[in-house]
């Protein structure tokens, strides 16, 4: 099993920019694929990226592409979100997430999840 800590979040102006980082425990974690989601009070959780074990191959939600950037250390057992031009709709609670597939996207079986991290975005 692999467990998952984010951090980086935070209030930033709109059009600013921040990185979340989540940080992974366990000697598995790159055979894991990555992603992150996040949660709007009053709305569903829903994917935002994903990154394949092997770093291969990205899944962007339409709403982040061009904006948000994913990406992964397999040797300090990170994963980040690179988040730019940061919009009031971004405000949401982002949680990383793993799965032990070689390829995943929205509609995968996420089975472990991190305790999440607050994004606010003023405008």
């Known amino acids: 099993q692999v467990q998952l800590v984010e951090s980086g979040g935070g209030l930033v102006q709109a059009g600013g920019s921040l990185r979340l980082s989540c940080a992974a425990s366990g000697r598995t974690f790159s055979v894991y694929s990555m992603g992150w989601f996040r949660q709007a009070p009053g709305k569903e959780r829903e994917f935002v990226a994903s990154m394949s074990w092997r770093g291969t191959s990205t899944d962007y939600a339409d709403s982040v592409k061009g904006r948000f950037t994913i990406s992964r250390d397999n040797v300090k057992n990170t994963v980040a979100l690179q988040m730019n031009n940061l919009k009031p709709d971004d405000t949401a609670v982002y949680y990383c997430?793993?799965?032990?597939?070689?390829?995943?996207?929205?509609?995968?079986?996420?089975?472990?999840w991190g305790q999440g991290t607050q994004v606010t975005v003023s405008s």
């Open positions: 997430a793993a799965i032990p597939t070689a390829v995943a996207g929205p509609k995968s079986s996420w089975n472990t």
